[in-house]
C-alpha cells in the first residue's frame, strides 16, 4: 500500500498555560490575526497567511524550556524591517530572547531571532534575505537601533 498525498496543513497547535496571557500575545506583540475562541473550549484560533494556529490551554502549566525538547520551535518568516523592530520590541516588553543566529547555509538560512512566549514555548522569527557577507549585529544592537 502506498503512501498518503497530504494536500495542506489545516493548523498547528501550540500548548499554552494561560489562555488570555497567550491570546494577548500573539494578537498584540506577534500581529497575527485573531479568529477568536472555539466554541466553548480552552482553544483559540488565529491566521498568520494561509496558516491556522490554535492555542490551546493546558489543564494543568508547565514551565518548559528550550533544552528540554531539542529546541522544538515554531519559526514565523518576516521582512529585515519587522525582524529589527521585532527585537527592539522584544526588549522593550522584556521578552526573554534566547538566541540570535545568522545561518549561512542549510535548509533555511538567513538570520533567526529565538523568544519564548509567555508559557515558555520556543518561537523563532525568520529573516531569510540576510546572506553571508551581510553585516551580523548583536541583539543588544539591533534593540537598540
Not at 497567550?22 to 498584540?28: G, L, R, T
Not at 473550549?41 to 524550556?65: D, G, Y
Not at 519587522?82 to 542549510?106: P, S
Request: proline share 6%; charged share 20%; hydrophobic share 35%.
Amino acid at each position: 500500500m502506498g503512501q498518503l498525498k497530504i494536500d495542506n496543513v489545516t493548523h498547528w497547535s501550540i500548548p499554552v498555560n494561560n489562555l488570555e496571557e497567550s491570546e494577548q500575545f500573539y494578537q498584540d506583540i506577534l500581529g497575527l490575526d485573531y479568529q477568536g475562541r472555539l466554541g466553548n473550549s480552552n482553544m483559540a484560533c488565529f491566521t498568520v497567511a494561509e496558516h491556522s494556529i490554535l492555542l490551546c490551554q493546558r489543564k494543568e502549566p508547565v514551565v518548559r524550556t528550550p533544552e528540554q525538547d531539542n529546541r522544538l520551535h515554531h519559526s514565523f518568516t518576516v521582512s529585515p524591517e519587522v525582524f529589527e523592530k521585532g527585537c527592539q520590541l522584544f526588549h522593550a516588553q522584556g521578552i526573554r530572547v534566547v538566541d540570535l543566529i545568522y545561518r549561512e547555509h542549510g535548509f533555511f538560512p538567513g538570520r533567526e531571532l529565538y523568544f519564548l512566549d509567555p508559557s515558555g514555548n520556543l518561537l523563532e522569527l525568520r529573516d531569510p534575505t540576510w546572506q553571508a557577507g551581510m553585516p551580523t549585529p548583536t541583539y543588544e544592537e539591533l534593540a537598540r537601533s
